[in-house]
């Protein structure tokens, strides 16, 4: 009797679900789960014994100094989100430096050249190239509609096998954003967020990595430049922050600083959801810190793939009558 073997790959049964085969934007860098794993990846390489954070920052990033006690010292910037450095940067230590909105290149280029052993936080910066011998790390869900997901860039790798993350279960919000609505899909979304903590450093599940793979970056980086373009043009006058889009910079969002606060919830009283960078920086900081004004007063409006001009309009009208 002849016999067959068997084929690696099954063949036929159900219709699987079907995504846009593509490529994947930050390919050379390596694929992870978190972006607060992608540091504490970059910490388990370098053996740092103490970093410097900045104090407007997401707590997640002290997950792993947590983890790996790792001593911390924070840090301040100024009105122009520029790093505060009026101390001694201590040997086989690191400083981290987010790249703020995607707006601050230009700072980071400065810090590369002047600080030894710099960290670069592009969770909001997906669209930013590291630069060469500077380990920088990156979120995907801050840009795309994707529960998880982070790149990390960095010349040496760590010697264990990494296992492969499952994404399924933290599904549900970005499933129900579209089946229902956003709003009813905003419980899940904090549900799933929490299911990001404590995890162990692992490759970027499959499911996440091929949504990925399926997105037309050029036009989300287009649509967002122009949102950006649009906003600052309208809202310049307004704005407490002094910002300039470097032509290839792909921002996050549209950073408005008002001296006045309260306006975020009225915006979000009219379904303008804009998020608050971040709510324990107001924990952290002085009542009379430039950090905890930005956290209060700061609004961050969206820009991305999802909008075009007509919203942005929107956005300007409804500001208007409240400014
Ligand atoms: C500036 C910044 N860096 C890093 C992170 C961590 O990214 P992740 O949620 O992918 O761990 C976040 C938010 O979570 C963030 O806001």
């Known amino acids: 009797m002849e016999t067959q073997t068997l084929p690696l790959k099954p063949i036929g ?10 490529r994947i934007f930050h390919s050379k860098l390596l694929p992870l789960n978190t972006g607060r794993n992608a540091l504490e990846y970059i910490l388990r390489v370098r053996k740092y014994s103490l970093i410097y954070l900045p104090y407007y920052t997401c707590d997640v990033l002290l997950e792993p100094l947590y983890k790996l006690n790792v001593a911390c010292k924070f ?4 009105q122009d989100l520029n790093p505060i450095i009026d101390f001694e940067i201590a040997e086989k230590s690191c400083f981290l430096y987010t790249n703020y909105y995607g707006l601050k290149t230009e700072t980071i280029n400065k810090l590369a050249r002047s600080i030894p052993n710099l960290i670069v936080d592009n969770a909001q910066a997906f669209f930013e190239l ?17 529960p998880d ?5 960095i010349s040496n790798t760590l010697d264990v096998k990494l296992e492969q993350d499952l994404s399924l279960n933290r599904f549900s919000h970005l499933l129900k954003s579209i089946d229902l609505n956003i709003e009813e899909g905003y419980t899940d ?5 929490k299911d990001l903590c404590n995890r162990d450093i692992m490759q970027m599940s499959s499911l996440s990595t091929q949504i990925l793979a399926g997105i037309n970056y050029g036009q989300c980086a287009l649509i967002r430049q122009e949102n950006f373009d649009f906003l600052h043009e309208h809202l310049a006058s307004k704005n407490l922050l002094k910002l300039s889009r470097a032509s290839a910079a792909v921002p996050m969002v549209y950073p408005l600083l008002l001296p006045v606060s309260g306006i975020k919830q009225k915006l979000i009283a009219q379904k303008i959801f804009v998020a608050t960078y971040w709510p324990n920086v107001i924990d952290w900081v002085e009542k009379d810190s430039f950090e905890y ?5 700061l609004i961050a409006l969206p ?9 942005m309009t929107t956005m300007v009208n409804i500001l208007n009558t409240l400014l």
């Open 13 to 22: 049964g159900y219709i699987e679900l079907q995504l846009n085969p593509g």
């Open 75 to 78: 840090y301040k910037i100024d």
């Open 130 to 146: 590291p630069l060469q011998h500077i380990d920088t790390f990156y979120s995907c869900r801050k840009f795309f509609g994707v």
């Open 149 to 153: 997901g982070a790149y990390l860039s």
């Open 189 to 193: 979304y904090i549900e799933n967020n």
């Open 293 to 297: 004004f930005l956290t209060h007063n």
């Open 303 to 311: 820009i991305d793939h999802r909008y075009n001009i007509d919203d």
